[in-house]
């Protein structure tokens, strides 16, 4: 039986959500919505939610006065409220500061030692606590974290460390045989490039699991002096949320058939991820996809900038399935991109305004006005929803799009050549013949471009199709008021 278990990363809650969580957990909500309709709401599990063990929240948290675990709830609903406003359909929303995920992390890490995965061993290095993640002196910009630009702590403490030099070949071979998919092609080959470098290190390649001075997270099973690492922990969100390792949901569902993400997490994914699931003897992702990372007005968006935009401000001005559609639309999936905050409303404005709503209005108004609300159904052609359905299932998700809006166009360009208006004002036989013929294809045509966006906008997707199919059709509602101000 065919099933389908999608991913997204589980996001800090030392923030608050924006727009890069919106768009990936977007992007991941297509494919869950579209594979449901395919193979049936049983046999897809839509996975996201929140990373919670990270230091970082202690800090946080104190910088605003409140108790840990208070802090972490209080940005978790954060969290879980935009994505119900973006109409995200997750089975689950995962947080890591569940006791079943501690449970499963407790089996997974006993396997890691008896496994003899894992070692003992003195860490010495650069620390830099926004990123979670170790840095090399060369790695530095001037000294400071090249993503943060704070200045990395020299650690130094006892840690365990997993033998991650023992296993690059065998995941060196699963990604370059294709065997685990690393996709799109450029960070494929990104990773066994990645891969080729980290052999060079030999046993310096393998990372410390383990943190001693941690004070928030999972402890470690074997020796409870120590916090789980939160990145290695984190990880294995994807099987604690299934039950690992004897749960019903883990039979059914594991392997996952996408973990989705950006770039900027892919080594984790990529390289770390798929060698301790080898070490634990649990079988691969399918596929790894990182999609490319976006600037704000051609900067990287963050807090300190004051350039964040909330997806809650979005969905209040566009609504939420233009919000979807302004988000997934702006450029490739797989590559890097700049949003500009300016061309949100100019693209509502052509593609939604005058593109899609503009050919519902005008065909429903026709209908209503001169055939009494009653068209004959046409058999609808079928083109475009495979089209459609190949780019979404190879995450084309802009490909979909554009073959979305050129049907659309397509369909206004037949509506201004037909002149059905004109054709209502003629009044002789042949021409009311053509007129009942012209939107009847327009109806079919409508029926099909609905079919085909509703992964992406399900509310208007929904509206457009029963709208058509109607006994009696009426006059559409603007389902896009135009808008005039360019800021969110
Ligand atoms: N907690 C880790 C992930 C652990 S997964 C086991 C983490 N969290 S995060 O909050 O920093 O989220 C990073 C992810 O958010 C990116 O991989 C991407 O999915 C999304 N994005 C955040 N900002 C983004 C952009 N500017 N552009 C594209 N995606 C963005 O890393």
Request: aromatic share 10%; glycine share 6%; net charge negative.
């Given at each position: 039986?065919?099933?389908?278990?999608i991913?997204t990363?589980?996001?800090?809650?030392?923030?608050?959500?924006?727009?890069?969580?919106a768009y990936t957990t977007i992007a991941a909500d297509v494919l869950a919505?579209?594979?449901?309709?395919?193979?049936?709401?049983?046999?897809?599990?839509?996975?996201?939610?929140?990373?919670?063990?990270?230091?970082?929240?202690?800090?946080?948290?104190?910088?605003?006065?409140?108790?840990?675990?208070?802090?972490?709830?209080?940005?978790?609903?954060?969290?879980?409220?935009?994505?119900?406003?973006?109409?995200?359909?997750?089975?689950?929303?995962?947080?890591?500061?569940?006791?079943?995920?501690?449970?499963?992390?407790?089996?997974?890490?006993?396997?890691?030692?008896?496994?003899?995965?894992?070692?003992?061993?003195?860490?010495?290095?650069?620390?830099?606590?926004?990123?979670?993640?170790?840095?090399?002196?060369?790695?530095?910009?001037?000294?400071?974290?090249?993503?943060?630009?704070?200045?990395?702590?020299?650690?130094?403490?006892?840690?365990?460390?997993?033998?991650?030099?023992?296993?690059?070949?065998?995941?060196?071979?699963?990604?370059?045989?294709?065997?685990?998919?690393?996709?799109?092609?450029?960070?494929?080959?990104?990773?066994?490039?990645?891969?080729?470098?980290?052999?060079?290190?030999?046993?310096?390649?393998?990372?410390?699991?383990?943190?001693?001075?941690?004070?928030?997270?999972?402890?470690?099973?074997?020796?409870?002096?120590?916090?789980?690492?939160?990145?290695?922990?984190?990880?294995?969100?994807?099987?604690?949320?299934?039950?690992?390792?004897?749960?019903?949901?883990?039979?059914?569902?594991?392997?996952?058939?996408v973990?989705l993400m950006a770039?900027?997490?892919?080594?984790?994914?990529?390289?770390?991820?798929?060698?301790?699931?080898?070490?634990?003897?649990?079988?691969?992702?399918?596929?790894?996809f990182?999609h490319?990372?976006?600037?704000?007005?051609?900067?990287?968006?963050?807090?300190?900038?004051?350039?964040?935009?909330?997806?809650?401000?979005?969905?209040?001005?566009?609504?939420?399935?233009?919000?979807r559609?302004?988000l997934l639309?702006?450029?490739?999936f797989?590559?890097?991109?700049?949003?500009?905050?300016?061309?949100?409303?100019?693209?509502?404005?052509?593609?939604?305004?005058?593109?899609?709503?503009?050919?519902?209005?005008?065909?429903?108004?026709?209908?209503?006005?001169?055939?009494?609300?009653?068209?004959?159904?046409?058999?609808?052609?079928?083109?475009?929803?495979?089209?459609?359905?190949?780019?979404i299932?190879?995450l084309?998700f802009d490909?979909?799009?554009?073959?979305?809006?050129?049907?659309?166009?397509?369909?206004?360009?037949?509506?201004?050549?037909?002149?059905?208006?004109?054709?209502?004002?003629?009044?002789?036989?042949?021409?009311?013949?053509?007129?009942?013929?012209?939107?009847?294809?327009?109806?079919?045509?409508?029926?099909?471009?609905?079919?085909?966006?509703?992964p992406f906008?399900?509310?208007?997707?929904?509206?457009?199709?029963?709208?058509?199919?109607?006994?009696?059709?009426?006059?559409?509602?603007?389902?896009?008021?135009?808008?005039?101000?360019?800021?969110?």
């Open positions: 039986m065919k099933t389908f278990y991913t990363p589980i996001y800090y809650v030392n923030d608050v959500p924006h727009i890069g969580h919505r579209y594979w449901r309709k395919k193979i049936g709401e049983k046999d897809v599990f839509f996975l996201t939610g929140t990373d919670e063990n990270a230091q970082k929240n202690v800090e946080s948290a104190a910088e605003h006065d409140m108790d840990t675990q208070q802090f972490i709830d209080m940005n978790a609903k954060k969290f879980e409220g935009a994505f119900a406003a973006l109409h995200i359909s997750n089975d689950m929303f995962m947080r890591t500061t569940a006791p079943f995920h501690k449970e499963s992390v407790d089996v997974f890490m006993q396997k890691l030692h008896d496994a003899g995965a894992l070692k003992e061993g003195v860490y010495e290095g650069l620390y830099c606590t926004g990123c979670e993640d170790f840095y090399l002196e060369k790695d530095l910009k001037d000294g400071l974290c090249p993503i943060h630009g704070t200045k990395p702590e020299i650690v130094k403490e006892k840690n365990w460390f997993f033998r991650l030099s023992e296993y690059l070949d065998k995941v060196e071979h699963v990604i370059g045989s294709g065997e685990m998919e690393v996709a799109p092609e450029t960070k494929k080959s990104e990773t066994l490039g990645l891969i080729k470098e980290l052999k060079k290190l030999g046993e310096k390649a393998d990372f410390s699991v383990t943190r001693e001075r941690a004070t928030w997270g999972v402890d470690f099973v074997v020796d409870p002096t120590q916090k789980v690492y939160v990145w290695v922990e984190a990880l294995q969100n994807y099987i604690s949320a299934l039950g690992y390792p004897d749960g019903e949901r883990f039979k059914k569902f594991w392997p996952a058939d973990h770039k900027d997490i892919l080594k984790f994914h990529a390289v770390y991820w798929p060698a301790m699931l080898m070490a634990a003897g649990v079988e691969l992702p399918k596929k790894i990182a490319g990372f976006f600037s704000l007005n051609g900067k990287k968006m963050s807090k300190s900038l004051g350039n964040v935009i909330d997806p809650l401000a979005m969905v209040e001005k566009f609504g939420v399935d233009a919000t559609y302004l639309s702006q450029f490739p797989g590559n890097d991109g700049d949003i500009q905050e300016e061309r949100f409303a100019e693209k509502f404005n052509a593609d939604l305004a005058n593109g899609l709503g503009n050919l519902l209005s005008r065909t429903t108004n026709l209908i209503e006005k001169n055939l009494g609300g009653s068209v004959e159904r046409k058999e609808v052609d079928g083109g475009l929803f495979k089209k459609s359905s190949s780019y299932e190879s084309s490909e979909a799009l554009k073959s979305i809006w050129q049907a659309i166009a397509e369909a206004n360009a037949y509506f201004d050549e037909a002149k059905p208006w004109a054709l209502a004002k003629e009044d002789n036989a042949e021409a009311k013949e053509k007129l009942k013929n012209v939107l009847s294809e327009v109806c079919a045509r409508l029926e099909e471009i609905a079919r085909a966006v509703t906008m399900p509310d208007i997707g929904e509206k457009i199709a029963v709208l058509v199919t109607a006994d009696k059709i009426v006059k559409a509602e603007p389902l896009f008021p135009r808008i005039e101000s360019k800021n969110i």
